[in-house]
């Protein structure tokens, strides 16, 4: 009989370690209260300016927001679109939300997109990267959607966001952020390149750009395709012209490169860590999956 129940046993443990539940401490009544940082201020939360009353009840739950909550609440619309961005179209429709909590400096950028389902195209990684090129950085900014959207606008919301609390971001450093974001998704939707990969691809070259201050286009289509072969990607001409063309673009811009090498080092370790988790994921849901074979199998024999 301990024969029979042992393999019972343990599957019962492994899916217990599989599927355990997390905790957080919350009040009696399931909202949990931040602590308020009184050098920066409230939280703002930006709300998609065409959401309808229902849909922004959704966003606010993601996004934790309750009655008790210390923020403050704006919205973005097609007009800020057009405001932060060259070609920015003001009729645009804007779904996308997010949370802002400004953090001290040295903090660097946390990322979190609260509904996975819902932002379609654009990652926490590509989100993080564009945010450093537009200039924002130490912050923790959480990204929501109550249908399926690409998540282009939540980024225009972060900007707006920042601008309310007084800071000033470079037009066109956010116009520029803003064709990171668009080339990353497109790589990853059109070339078929994984996500992380896009991410790790474009910090690479980043990071090369800070270290090694390039002076010409040569100079940085150099860089780019060093790291093309490092990372053994392959692109169309096409998209090698243009993130080529964006890379220069960065180039020119106004930016302390040596601050910005520190949080793109950050960024790329947590690249090469969800990269890491991505393959040890792979490794360890076929080991479960092998594990409930032999365990089906060995059930058949005892019946057998």
Known sequence: MKKLLLPFITAMLLLGMVIGPTYSLADSDGSTEEVVNEKFGAPIVVYGGNLTAEQKASV????????????????????????????GDASARMFSSAKI??????KGLVISIVTPDDITEVTSEMYANAMLTAGIKDA????AAPKPVTGHSALVGIYKAYEVTGETLDPERTDVANDELSIATNLAKDAGIDEAKVSEL???????????NPVSREEVEKIVSEQLAN????????????????????????????????????????????????????????GVKNFFNDLIDSIRSIFN
């Open 60 to 87: 606010k739950k993601s996004l934790k927001i309750t009655d008790k909550s210390d923020v403050q609440e704006i919205e973005v619309t097609g007009k800020d679109l057009a405001t932060y961005l060259q070609d």
């Open 231 to 286: 990372l053994n990607i392959e692109l169309s001409e096409k998209d090698r012209q243009l993130l080529i063309d964006l890379m220069d673009r960065i180039r020119q811009l106004d930016i302390d490169f040596s601050q910005w090498s520190d949080q793109l080092n950050d960024l790329s370790k947590t690249i090469e860590d969800k990269i890491g988790k991505i393959v040890d994921n792979e490794g360890f849901w076929a």
């Open 101 to 106: 909590t400004r953090k001290d400096a040295g």
């Open 202 to 212: 474009l910090t690479e070259i980043k990071k090369q750009i800070a270290e090694q």
């Open 140 to 143: 923790v900014v959480e990204i």
